[in-house]
């Protein structure tokens, strides 16, 4: 009868502590001061100059994920701000943001339109150095069927870059599990050619796993990368003042055997299997 009594009791006890295993780590919150760049319209993302914040990254600008558009209601362009700033191993979120002013800012001149390069079409034949520190045009990975994305090793928000990088890792994964079709490759090409050095990518795509006869890590000059990605929809703002001073969005494309332009994937919202079913979409030849 004892035995029989302690054997639900340990089993309460076992599913009990199941949640403690399982519990993520905390939300790390951090103070942010800025100026305000630009507010999406639907209230879900918000650009800010801020200052260094401690812990995540230096002064720079950057756009902030918002998940309740109230934190940004009545916020306009000029508005000085301080908040909170939530971040978690794979998010990112202002929680709170309260106008402490205004201020002018420059006005910068507008790009010149770039041409957005449609389904089809051929995908411009750039030099690229991988992380061997070997050149090698893009028209030498045809006869695979090719996903390209935009990174910079020093992003320091966990849902842009090194969301990426994740989603890369796990789509390697599947190729070697024979989850989709073989003679896929990958490529990560940053835009930070300054601090991403073969040297860096190599140490980069060693930290993620990356095979590099499946998934190859590469940059070129910046004017050289900022027009490859242009066509594609790569959006690249740098501050002339501080290097590592990013603003950008991102781009996802997959490329069939010919080097043509299949399909673009916007910004972080498709997934893995998104990714998957678009490359299973390319025909055989």
Same mark, same amino acid.
């Given at each position: 009868?004892?035995?029989? @009594? ?37 209230? /879900? ?93 893009? #028209? @030498? ?15 320091? &928000? ?10 890369? !890792? ?19 090409? #940053? ?14 795509? !060693? ?39 990013? /603003? ?22 498709? @997934?893995?299997?998104? !990714? &998957?079913?678009?490359?299973? @979409?390319?025909? !055989?030849?």
């Amino acid at each position: 009868m004892i035995y029989r @009594s302690l054997v639900p009791l340990t089993l309460a006890a076992a599913l009990l502590a199941l949640p403690a295993c399982r519990r993520e780590p905390p939300a790390r919150q951090y103070q942010l001061t800025g100026h305000v760049l630009a507010v999406k319209a639907d209230g /879900t993302e918000i650009t800010i100059r801020h200052d260094d914040i401690p812990g995540v990254m230096a002064a720079m600008t950057m756009p902030f994920a918002v998940k309740d558009p109230e934190v940004v209601k009545g916020r306009v362009p000029g508005d000085l701000v301080k908040g909170t700033l939530i971040v978690t191993d794979e998010d990112h979120w202002l929680s709170r943001l309260e106008k402490t002013g205004w201020a002018p800012f420059p006005e910068t001149a507008a790009a010149p339109p770039v041409p957005l390069l449609q389904p089809g079409e051929a995908v411009p034949d750039e030099t690229f150095i991988d992380q061997d520190g070997n050149a090698f045009r893009l #028209s @030498s990975l045809k006869g695979s069927v090719l996903l390209v994305t935009f990174i910079y090793t020093r992003c320091p &928000l966990p849902d842009f870059c090194p969301l990426m990088d994740r989603r890369f !890792a796990a789509i390697q994964q599947a190729v070697k599990d024979g989850r989709t079709a073989r003679g896929i490759r990958l490529l990560s090409i #940053s835009f930070d050619p300054d601090h991403d050095t073969p040297a860096a990518l190599r140490a980069h795509a !060693a930290r993620l796993g990356a095979d590099p006869a499946l998934w190859t890590f590469a940059t070129a000059p910046r004017d050289k990368v900022d027009a490859f990605g242009a066509r594609l929809g790569l959006d690249v703002i740098r501050d002339p003042k501080n290097p590592a001073d990013i /603003t950008h969005n991102l781009r996802t494309a997959v490329l069939d055997r010919q080097g043509r332009l299949v399909t673009v994937l916007n910004g972080n919202g498709w @997934s893995v299997e998104d !990714a &998957l079913a678009a490359l299973a @979409s390319v025909p !055989a030849s």
